[in-house]
């Protein structure tokens, strides 16, 4: 992508230093720099959300904000943030159930999945979002596509809220 528009920002003469010296240190030059500082890649928020799903304590928060993150993602976003994944921290469970939500959002964006969900096996057993019997059979008629696909039987999934 041609750089074609210049930003200035104010500092002092000790911030412009110190600035230079640690791009120096990160062997980039300082637009570069302050760049990957102020904009970096989605990949690296993918990546930091899967590590926060593999986390018990927070997983909860963690998926709800991977939805909210994908859900923002456009088309042209999708590959640079998803294009690769480390699963190998999460459960197989979690494994379909993020491989799900991204298959779920590049088909609503019209773009083809990643080649690691097409890796991913699905589960041995469905998996339900809720032990209620009663709820099960609406699961097994309202969960998307991509989950159904992976066994997992959830009524929510990508943008949506419950």
Same mark, same amino acid.
């Given at each position: 992508?041609?750089?074609?528009? /210049? *930003? +200035?920002?104010?500092?002092?003469? #000790? +911030?412009?230093?110190? $600035?230079?010296?640690?791009? +120096?240190?990160?062997?980039?030059?300082?637009?570069?720099?302050?760049?990957?500082?102020?904009?970096?890649? &989605?990949? $690296?928020?993918?990546?930091?959300?899967?590590?926060?799903?593999?986390?018990?304590?927070?997983?909860?928060?963690?998926?709800?904000?991977?939805?909210?993150?994908?859900?923002?993602? @456009?088309?042209?976003? =999708?590959?640079?943030?998803? @294009?690769?994944?480390?699963?190998?921290?999460?459960?197989?469970? *979690?494994?379909?159930?993020?491989?799900?939500?991204?298959? /779920?959002? #590049?088909?609503?964006?019209?773009?083809?999945?990643? #080649?690691?969900?097409?890796?991913?096996?699905? $589960?041995?057993?469905? /998996?339900?979002?809720?032990? &209620?019997?009663? $709820?099960?059979? /609406? =699961? &097994?008629?309202?969960?998307?596509?991509?989950?159904?696909?992976?066994?997992?039987?959830?009524?929510?999934?990508? @943008?949506?809220?419950?």
């Amino acid at each position: 992508m041609t750089k074609s528009v /210049h *930003l +200035q920002v104010r500092m002092t003469p #000790a +911030q412009k230093a110190e $600035l230079k010296d640690r791009a +120096q240190r990160a062997g980039e030059d300082m637009s570069a720099y302050v760049l990957s500082r102020v904009l970096p890649p &989605l990949s $690296l928020r993918f990546d930091e959300l899967l590590r926060r799903v593999a986390d018990d304590e927070e997983r909860r928060f963690a998926l709800a904000e991977l939805n909210d993150f994908l859900a923002d993602l @456009g088309s042209g976003e =999708l590959e640079e943030a998803v @294009g690769e994944a480390r699963l190998e921290r999460l459960t197989p469970y *979690l494994r379909n159930y993020v491989a799900a939500m991204v298959e /779920h959002v #590049a088909n609503r964006r019209g773009v083809p999945p990643p #080649a690691w969900v097409r890796k991913v096996p699905p $589960l041995d057993e469905p /998996h339900f979002a809720t032990e &209620l019997a009663g $709820l099960r059979f /609406h =699961l &097994l008629r309202a969960a998307p596509v991509a989950f159904k696909r992976r066994n997992v039987f959830v009524d929510a999934t990508v @943008g949506d809220r419950v």
